[in-house]
């Protein structure tokens, strides 16, 4: 078996799980975005919209803490390591332990999250000066804030899924979520003073889908939910003991968010919306291919760690990065170049004049650039995460935290809402370089001489198409704002030509990843 036949071996698993998970994640942020386009419609950047985006950020930002975020990379090494020590009977009455003490802890927050919310009055004395803003942040916030226990419950089922090999119907559920706000929005909003409560119905009513939907699959397992109220588990103390540090990382993270987007509200009208359109469109090119990777190479490196396997170590981690390489390159030059162009097409619509376009245009601006390093850094944590280790992206969390709250500010004062993304692309490049510092110290290789192959020959494709879209944005610039039609057939036809153009300056330059994918997909092409 030769050098390419070995990779392919060691690698096309990644690939293949990967891909099907990109698949079924696209189809999700395809109808993301047309709940994006629903609000845009809707509510456009005012007020209203202001009042949506951040009062769903408080159960995202709990998700990410508590749910997807510290659960997951804390239940997975765990629970894959307890399936192979115990047996069925355990595993069973250890999940509706854990399924117990997750729901009275997410039922708590609940609780204080609703009785709470009055208090962003104090925190956002900007929204008071507007009659009805503030008062609307309360409602909505209350409202959506039991979202949270849906989405992490929907997450623990994820987590046990993900450790038997399954992954499509976690991927999946995200579209019912965004069916359901899109269906309230339209439906419903008439019969509301304002769409934003229709939207925030749909977002709970979206978040009982997720939870359900999972189910039948984990029920195919043989492990169902129920409740029982042994906590004395080995399973549950070293979990939770995980989850510490990785509560705090993620609490840091979302704190980061938390007062980028407070900055932002004391901005420009619409600034908070507009960060949130830009950070969408951003979330599309990391949630359809980096966190599809990330998730699957969580429960591959962790059963490779527990096998001792270096060198599949090594081998999955470069291959994975030379695929976000691959991915984020691309996708950072055509939002740069294609900014104004892309969000036209997408959003402007309804409420969504042409202040709006330039408004999140302008934010896209720079969320574009921080795309690589967020993708990388989300690679490299799982390695972290697959021997354990949470404590260690805990303490860099808190650096990089700083990091980002003085360039916030300082920013901000100069570069508006776009300083506001610019400080988050920063942030994520520090958080990656001491990522790779410590890992570079800790292991005497973590990942191979064909990474700086691979991302070079990416990067080669990736100018050369730059240098494509930006000699035919400038041939029909007048064309395209003259209307929104000829902006459409452009924006379409520009992603689609350098697209081929990347992908054949890839395979001339031979880039071994755009060939392992092109031999998997001619593979599941044939009958």
């Not at 204080?112 to 962003?120: D, M, N, S, V």
Request: hydrophobic fraction near 55%.
């Amino acid at each position: 078996m030769n050098s390419w036949q070995e990779d392919v071996s060691s690698t096309g698993k990644i690939a293949r799980s990967a891909l099907s998970i990109s698949v079924v994640t696209f189809v999700s942020r395809i109808f993301g975005l047309l709940r994006e386009w629903t609000r845009g419609y809707l509510l456009g950047t005012t007020g209203s919209s202001d009042a949506f985006s951040l009062s769903f950020m408080f159960p995202n930002l709990l998700r990410r803490l508590v749910g997807e975020g510290a659960m997951l990379v804390a239940f997975v090494p765990v629970f894959a390591e307890l399936k192979e020590r115990y047996d069925e009977d355990y595993i069973r009455e250890f999940v509706k332990s854990f399924f117990t003490l997750m729901v009275f802890i997410l039922v708590t927050i609940v609780l204080i999250g609703y009785f709470l919310a009055p208090l962003l009055r104090f925190f956002l004395p900007e929204y008071t000066k507007i009659p009805g803003k503030i008062e609307l942040t309360i409602l909505l916030t209350r409202i959506m804030f039991p979202y949270i226990l849906f989405i992490s419950l929907a997450a623990l089922s994820q987590g046990i899924l993900n450790t038997y090999g399954i992954f499509v119907p976690s991927a999946a559920t995200p579209i019912l979520l965004n069916v359901s706000i899109i269906s309230f929005g339209f439906l419903f909003w008439r019969y509301f003073r304002d769409p934003g409560i229709a939207l925030s119905i749909g977002v709970i009513f979206g978040g009982m889908l997720q939870f359900v939907f999972p189910l039948p699959f984990l029920y195919k397992t043989g492990i169902r939910y129920g409740f029982r109220t042994v906590f004395r588990d080995e399973g549950i103390k070293k979990i939770f003991t995980l989850m510490v540090p990785g509560i705090f990382g993620a609490g840091i993270y979302q704190i980061n968010v938390l007062v980028s987007q407070i900055i932002a509200a004391m901005l420009e009208e619409g600034s908070v919306a507009a960060l949130r359109f830009s950070n969408v469109l951003v979330e599309l090119v990391l949630g359809i291919f980096i966190i599809s990777i990330s998730t699957v190479i969580l429960p591959d490196l962790s059963e490779k760690v527990a096998r001792g396997d270096e060198e599949g170590i090594r081998k999955n981690l470069s291959f994975a990065l030379k695929l976000v390489g691959l991915i984020t390159f691309p996708a950072t030059a055509g939002l740069m170049v294609l900014r104004t162009e892309i969000v036209t097409f997408l959003f402007r619509y309804g409420q969504f004049g042409k202040h709006s376009v330039g408004l999140v245009s302008y934010a896209l601006l720079f969320h574009a650039t921080g795309i690589a390093g967020t993708g990388a850094t989300r690679v490299l944590l799982q390695m972290f995460y697959s021997f354990k280790d949470t404590k260690t992206p805990a303490i860099i969390a808190a650096v990089v935290m700083v990091v980002n709250l003085l360039l916030c500010y300082y920013l901000s004062r100069r570069l508006s809402l776009g300083g506001i993304a610019l400080a988050g692309s920063v942030a994520a490049y520090v958080n990656l370089l001491l990522l790779m510092v410590i890992l570079l110290k800790r292991f005497r290789k973590p990942f191979d001489g064909t990474v700086f192959f691979g991302l070079g020959k990416t990067l080669i494709s990736t100018l050369i198409m730059t240098v494509y879209l930006y000699i035919i944005r400038l041939r029909f610039e007048r064309i395209i704002e003259f209307n929104r039609s000829f902006n459409a057939l452009f924006t379409i036809g520009a992603i689609v030509s350098s697209l081929v153009i990347y992908i054949l300056v890839n395979l001339l330059l031979r880039n071994r990843e755009i060939l392992m994918i092109k031999d998997i997909l001619l593979r599941k092409l044939k009958p």
